[in-house]
């Protein structure tokens, strides 16, 4: 299945991920709060790396924050 992904990272509070197939139909969405990185120590960055692959190799799939602090 072809999928489209779109980074938003607006205003610097929060990183939104939209998932989209080939119609443009909204798959996943997810709203992630900086604040979230911050409470777990974590790289912005590495988030948005993790989920992109996750994103790009299964069709579903979770994004574990808990996980990437590892």
């Known amino acids: 299945m072809t999928k489209y992904i779109e980074v938003n990272h607006p205003g610097g509070r929060e990183i ?3 998932v ?3 119609n443009n139909h ?3 969405e997810i709203k992630i709060s900086e604040s979230v990185f911050a409470n777990l120590g974590i790289d912005p ?3 948005v790396s ?3 692959r ?3 190799s299964d ?3 979770e994004v574990n ?3 990437l602090k590892s």
């Open 16 to 18: 939104n991920i939209i």
């Open 59 to 61: 069709d579903e799939f």
């Open 45 to 47: 960055g590495d988030v």
């Open 26 to 28: 909204i798959l996943k």
């Open 65 to 67: 924050l808990e996980k």
């Open 20 to 22: 989209r197939d080939i």
């Open 54 to 56: 996750g994103c790009l």
């Open 50 to 52: 993790s989920i992109l």
